[in-house]
């Protein structure tokens, strides 16, 4: 496991993209969550959860992260390398679960930045949007024991959308295949389910679907109204990703490379 764990350390830190589109997500998520906290003022009357707004540029940086996970694994397959990876390590779990290891390892690393940089940026730019303590509102704080939930549960959030992306690009190998595949379980899966119509059914739709329900560990107010309680959300995305990578795992030891 040792050697398996060097070499695909060895491949994600010498490709290019790798640091770039960890870059990326860190930047993209800190910059939407501090455009949307300094989009939204404060109206009196209304509730504004102000530690789900500034941890809104995950929506985006799962995007990156999970384009990150897919080449991880894909691009091994479209160059034919992988050949040389599992001539190397025979042993074909071992391989998906050493690139999984580092993946999640560097996800979490690049993820833990980017919540800190947009709890600290919520912090700066929200009073000065009206949501003081005059108002009810606390300022975001990682000491706030709700936040640091929703900032903790983030960071998982995002290692569990790597490891989901790894195990459907294992499954699927076409990188375009399993990029439509991912964005379109996260992002299409909310539309359906809002179109069908009918809020018993919706609300369902919602505890199953990948993203809305594991981002409900963002929420910190109105926890009682959720589809879905906020641990429970994350159990529910860490479910999706045992299934992927169950699934990618026995797909890539049956299948000829």
């Given at each position: 496991?040792?050697?398996?764990?060097?070499?695909?350390?060895?491949?994600?830190?010498?490709?290019?993209?790798?640091?770039?589109?960890?870059?990326?997500?860190?930047?993209?998520?800190?910059?939407?969550?501090?455009?949307?906290?300094?989009?939204?003022?404060?109206?009196?009357?209304?509730?504004?959860?102000?530690?789900?707004?500034?941890?809104?540029?995950?929506?985006?940086?799962?995007?990156i992260v999970a384009i990150l996970a897919v080449q991880a694994i894909s691009a091994e397959y479209s160059c034919g390398m992988i050949r040389v990876t599992l001539t190397a390590i025979p042993r074909r779990p071992v391989v998906l679960a050493a690139k999984a290891a580092v993946l999640g390892v560097l996800v979490l690393a690049a993820g833990a930045i980017a919540i800190l940089g947009s709890v600290l940026a919520g912090g700066v730019i929200l009073p000065a949007s009206g949501f003081t303590a005059a108002h009810g509102y606390v300022r975001l704080s990682l000491g706030h024991g709700a936040t640091l939930r929703a900032a903790g549960g983030s960071v998982l959030y995002l290692g569990l959308i790597a490891l989901f992306s790894l195990g459907i690009a294992a499954a699927v190998r076409e990188a375009a295949v399993a990029i439509g595949t991912v964005l379109g379980l996260l992002y299409v899966f909310p539309i359906v389910a809002a179109l069908i119509g009918g809020a018993h059914l919706q609300r369902h739709l919602d505890q199953i679907a990948p993203m809305t329900a594991g981002l409900a560990i963002q929420d910190t107010v109105n926890l009682g109204h959720l589809p879905i309680a906020p641990w429970a959300g994350l159990g529910v995305l860490a479910g999706w990703t045992a299934a992927a990578l169950l699934a990618g795992g026995l797909l890539l030891k049956v299948r000829d490379a």
């Open positions: 496991m040792t050697h398996a764990l060097r070499a695909e350390w060895t491949k994600l830190r010498t490709v290019s993209a790798t640091a770039w589109l960890l870059v990326g997500a860190i930047v993209l998520t800190v910059a939407l969550g501090a455009a949307v906290a300094h989009a939204v003022t404060y109206s009196a009357g209304a509730t504004q959860d102000i530690t789900k707004l500034s941890l809104t540029g995950v929506y985006i940086g799962q995007a």
